[in-house]
């Protein structure tokens, strides 16, 4: 075992695109004192803005980092791929934010051309074709339209893994837990700048409870119908949590509050489209983003915006973490958090006992009963939070506890609801109600897969071994996955511990993650239903 190390604080991924690159003036070193001091408080977006000359092929990028300005022109890639290797140029380093603060930003690294080649020399080499593979049908394999982007996508992604994994320790440290709306504000505030530099568009979507995230990257067809992708950046860690439980590297594993669930899959898109814009390319349809601010607690507001984005989507990817070998999840059960509250009488009770009524005693009894209505089979019951009382002289008035409940079948959902809807109080003069906070109905395995077995097969391509499996929790692809749309969970880092003290990313996977999910960008979809366009 080695010593556990902090990990520095540094930078999300952003690029400057294209394959071969003319002169660029040199990168300035990070300053020091003031100037440097701002970018632990204040969000340093790197801004792409792109302009293309006379000359179709060719691009100028201008990236702004603070006040560093760079400018780099490059040829665009077509069909055949080069990687740029980079020289990273870090910002100045930040600390872990100080308890009770609300972090806005942390410094982010520049990916920039490692050296500049001269104009006169001769064009980079194409890369190896690389034959199509044929699916289990005999199908022409996926990548057959664009020959050398596997071996492209791979070596990019393992020169990017790192910075990736830097950004995901800087998202951990921004802590973000359910119903913090300042924090969950700043860290969409980071999100968004980090998006923004590979090249999306931002929508900010005001909450009750924190800002959502609507985000969309335009397409090489924008005749398609878009690929919908969900994500969330509330966590269920309270805020000052990072005082006890830094975040750490130890072991080949990222750890800390929030890393797997799902900051580690957040960071990996952002790198999956600076891959995407590095080598010159787009998706290739429009892609959208959606990132809630409320999924830990059930999407009660989200929901309404990943419903939206539903309309015409070709297909709905989650960024949720794999099963802890890598599997993709296929099928998700059902999931309700419902508040049961009772109301009884105070009364003291030493003098007058017989005069109140006990609304924790009533809620007590009502537990039990409620652990037999749940029985139903392909039903969990979890009773996550109880309250009630005031002071133990005193008969309580009011009682209440927060259930979470989990189903196989929508049937079986519906029956417990309907049997929770008519518990009536067991003592006279006592109230009970039910109310359902949020829901999301069960999403279903389907022995046909056009999705799954498209992104094994694309999977295939990249050297990686991939499958999925039905999950046992619930999440936003539970809405699609309902209605039958084409959808596949588990997409964000591979590791494990969700909710868990030791939670926690497999370093070594990131990268095989982050090329997986361009590629799924880049390459057309086949035909997944028969209205489909795509």
């Known amino acids: 075992m080695t010593a556990a190390t902090p990990v520095p604080a540094t930078a999300p991924v952003a690029v400057a695109a294209g394959a071969t690159t003319a002169p660029a003036a040199p990168t300035p070193a990070a300053t020091t ?78 990916l920039a051309p490692a050296a500049p080649t001269p104009a006169a020399a001769p064009p980079t080499a194409a890369a190896p074709h690389t034959p199509a593979v044929p699916d289990s049908e005999g199908q022409t394999g ?24 830097r950004r995901c320790a800087d998202l951990a440290r921004i802590e973000s837990p359910s119903g913090d709306a300042p924090r969950l504000d700043a860290l969409a505030e980071e999100l968004a700048a980090g998006f923004r530099a590979t090249g999306a568009t931002v929508q900010r979507e005001p909450g009750p409870a924190g800002d959502h995230l609507v985000l969309e990257w335009e397409g090489r067809d924008e005749s398609l119908p878009h690929l919908l992708v969900v994500g969330h950046h509330d966590t269920v860690w309270p805020a000052g949590i990072l005082t006890d439980w830094p975040v750490t590297e130890q072991d080949g594993t990222l750890s800390g509050p929030g890393v797997v669930d799902m900051k580690g899959g957040l960071a990996i898109l952002e790198g999956a489209f600076a891959l995407l814009a590095d080598l010159g390319q787009r998706p290739h349809r ?94 969990e019951l979890n009773a996550g939070r109880i309250s009630g009382g005031s002071r133990a002289n005193v008969v309580a008035g009011r009682a209440e506890a927060e259930l979470g409940l989990r189903f196989s079948t929508t049937e079986a959902q519906r029956r417990t609801l309907d049997n929770l809807a008519r518990l009536t109080a067991l003592r006279p003069g006592a109230r009970v109600r039910t109310e359902v906070l949020s829901s999301r109905p069960a999403w279903p395995e389907r022995s046909a897969n056009p999705l799954l077995r498209h992104v094994r097969s694309l999977a295939a391509v990249l050297g990686q071994q991939l499958d999925g499996a039905p999950a046992g929790g619930a999440g936003d692809t539970n809405l699609p996955g309902s209605r039958g749309l084409p959808t596949l969970d588990g997409f964000g880092a591979v590791g494990g511990g969700a909710h868990a003290r030791h939670e926690h990313i497999r370093i070594d996977q990131l990268a095989p993650r982050i090329a997986l999910l361009a590629a799924l960008l880049a390459v057309p979809l086949p035909r997944l239903r028969d209205r489909s366009e795509g």
């Open 142 to 165: 996926p990548t057959a339209a664009l020959p050398g982007l596997p071996q492209a996508l791979s070596t990019r992604a393992r020169t990017l893994a790192g910075a990736v994994r």
């Open 286 to 379: 429009t892609v959208r983003l959606v990132v809630v601010s409320d999924e830990e607690v059930g999407s009660p507001d989200g929901r309404r915006l990943v419903e939206r984005q539903l309309r015409d989507a070709a297909a709905v990817l989650g960024l949720e973490p794999p099963h802890p070998d890598g599997r993709l999840k296929t099928a998700r059960r059902g999931s309700t958090r419902v508040r049961l509250t009772v109301t009884g009488r105070e009364a003291h009770a030493g003098n007058d006992a017989a005069d109140g009524v006990s609304a924790v005693d009533e809620l007590v009894d009502q537990l039990v009963a409620v652990r037999g209505l749940t029985s139903l089979p392909g039903t």
């Open 33 to 110: 004192g003031s100037a440097a001091a701002s970018t632990t408080t204040t969000s340093t977006a790197i801004a792409s803005a792109a302009t293309t000359s006379t000359d179709s092929t060719t691009t100028v990028t201008t990236m702004t980092a603070g006040a560093t300005t760079a400018a780099v022109t490059a040829t665009a890639a077509t069909t055949a791929f080069t990687p740029v290797e980079p020289t990273r140029t870090a910002g100045a380093a930040t600390g872990t934010a100080a308890s009770g603060t609300v972090r806005t930003g942390t410094a982010r690294t520049t």
